[in-house]
């Protein structure tokens, strides 16, 4: 579990180690000298400080990234491109354990989890080098008079911003990194304030991979100070974002002076409906872990819960006997399956939302507790919660809580589930639990969400699209198409008569 001796040592979770950034293949500290300190969310230790980068900072990031997008990087030919990302793969799976730790220590995820989240970042890296050869545009015939050939070329959007939440930094980084290098494109990556470890670990593994000087830059800071001016910067072609949805309208309204393209992947409030000939035995943990996961932090959570009358109190009682059994703890801790929630702050967010949920008249069953005793009391810990009794119109039923909550309410019929499920602004994720392939079709049909999952949650790949319909955002990541997003499409008129 150790770095070669090239790379600075920034894996172990440390008190007060001090990080630097990456810009133009060089590890620098940012121009105003500002640091900002990471913790452990299970301990509140500071295991870290980072730049606390600005506008000067973006402005380097962003002409290095230019540099090297008209320089060397440019004549990379996409077998040298999918070369270079398969070596960032290996060299990443080598590290793995340590790159799974990081994430673990600076946000909290169980290390069950970021190690098992093992195949979906690689396998994104290797689909990704797979597609690097496989970027082409057509012939295609064209009515004018003369002999004249048309055809288009896809060619690299150039300079992308990519702006990113703490709730799986190794994942996000990767999944923005990826298709970025796959199409010729340079990166100026900026992680979270939260959790921006990982990301710089994953920057120095790509120095290591021998990504050439500029074409990945990391740099640290706040979304107010490094995010807003990467997202309004002049000389960025595009910006890919996940995170809210309300700081994915700050930047489609910032991304306006230059027009860049920008997708984003934002917030949720994802329906799972249960039907009463459903197999509950497989629905129940299926449902309960599609918010409890991440302790909720998980933008496809399925925080509403709608099942069908006759089996609801039933099927209540067994999510929360399921919940209650769940062992919360350190995630460091291999036995741990809820891990702390990502910061004091967020914790007093989530315990405002339980407050609301049995102030507005829904009767909270089991958990929403924070946990203050013991070792777990210095840590953002909070015990998965579930309300009963919750009506469509409540706070809880409506907004997107990002904690491990869950929200039950009974339905009669399809229509009514559906009416109700796709009634919110977001449409992200939905699952359906039915042992019925007609139900189960009409519901995947009607569902406004861009992913429905049908007895199962949570399942992506790198080759299947995933992203929102409407206020959850718009563009997709994974599949072919997700090349697209980084890439302009030229027609070319040639004269040959
Ligand atoms: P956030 O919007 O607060 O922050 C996300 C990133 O944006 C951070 O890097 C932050 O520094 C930056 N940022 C904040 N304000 C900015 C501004 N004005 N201009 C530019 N950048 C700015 O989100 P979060 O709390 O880090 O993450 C949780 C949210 O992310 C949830 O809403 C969740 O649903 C969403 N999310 C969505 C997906 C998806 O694929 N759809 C995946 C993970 C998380």
Redesign the pocket.
């Known amino acids: 579990m150790t770095l070669s001796a090239n790379i600075p040592s920034l894996h172990t979770p440390i008190d007060g180690r001090h990080r630097k950034m990456l810009i133009d293949g060089a590890w620098c500290d940012a121009r105003g000298g500002g640091r900002l300190e990471t913790r452990n969310p299970a301990t509140g230790a500071v295991i870290g400080t980072v730049p606390l980068a600005g506008a000067p900072d973006i402005d380097l990031a962003v002409a290095a990234a230019r540099r090297a997008f008209d320089g060397p990087w440019s004549r990379f030919k996409p077998y040298e491109r999918q070369l270079l990302l398969l070596r960032i793969a290996d060299l990443i799976e080598r590290h793995w354990e340590e790159v799974a730790l990081s994430d673990t220590t600076d946000m909290g995820m169980p290390i069950v989890r970021t190690l098992a989240n093992k195949t979906r970042v690689l396998g994104m890296l290797r689909f990704y080098a797979g597609m690097a050869t496989s970027i082409h545009g057509q012939t295609i015939g064209n009515s004018l008079p003369g002999d004249i050939v048309s055809y288009t070329r896809k060619e690299a959007v150039g300079v992308v911003g990519a702006?990113?939440?703490?709730?799986?930094p190794t994942a996000a980084s990767v999944w923005k990194i990826g298709p970025a290098l796959a199409t010729g494109c340079t990166i100026v990556l900026?992680?979270?304030?939260?959790a921006p470890l990982t990301p710089l670990l994953i920057g120095a593994l790509m120095m290591e991979a021998g990504v050439p000087p500029g074409v990945v830059n990391v740099v640290t800071g706040?979304?107010?100070e490094a995010?807003?001016p990467l997202?309004a910067h002049m000389d960025v072609d595009k910006i890919v974002f996940?995170?809210?949805?309300a700081?994915g309208q700050?930047?489609l309204r910032?991304s306006a002076g230059n027009m860049k393209r920008v997708s984003l992947?934002?917030?949720?409030k994802s329906p799972v409906i249960v039907c009463a000939d459903a197999d509950l035995a497989r629905a129940v943990p299926i449902a309960a872990m599609s918010v409890f996961a991440n302790s909720g932090q998980i933008?496809i959570a399925g925080s509403r819960l709608f099942v069908e009358r006759p089996i609801h109190d039933e099927f209540v009682e067994r999510v929360c006997a399921f919940a209650a059994k769940l062992r919360i703890g350190d995630g460091a801790d291999p036995q741990t399956e809820i891990g702390p929630l990502i910061s004091a702050r967020q914790l007093e967010r989530v315990a405002g939302f339980i407050e609301d949920g049995t102030s507005q008249g829904a009767r909270l069953v089991t958990g929403g507790n924070r946990l203050t005793e013991g070792p777990l009391g210095a840590g953002n810990f909070i015990a998965p919660g579930v309300f009963s009794g919750v009506t469509d119109d409540m706070r809880i039923a409506r907004e997107?809580i990002?904690g491990p909550v869950i929200s039950t309410l009974p339905f009669d019929t399809l229509d009514e589930a559906v009416r109700r499920g796709n009634d919110t602004p977001y449409g992200?994720g939905a699952g359906v639990f039915t042992r019925d392939l007609g139900k189960a079709h009409q519901l995947v049909n009607r569902l406004r969400a861009g992913s429905v999952w049908v007895n199962t949650y949570h399942a992506i790949d790198p080759a299947v699209p995933f992203g929102?319909y409407k206020m959850?955002?718009y563009g997709r990541e994974g599949g072919a198409e997700h090349l697209d997003e980084y890439l302009n499409t030229k027609g070319v008129w040639i004269r040959t008569d």
Request: glycine content about 20%; proline content about 6%; some cysteine.
């Open positions: 702006i990113i939440p703490w709730n799986a900026k992680p979270s304030e939260e706040t979304g107010a995010g807003a997202a996940t995170g809210s949805t700081t700050s930047i910032a992947e934002l917030g949720g933008c997107e990002f992200l929102g959850s955002g």
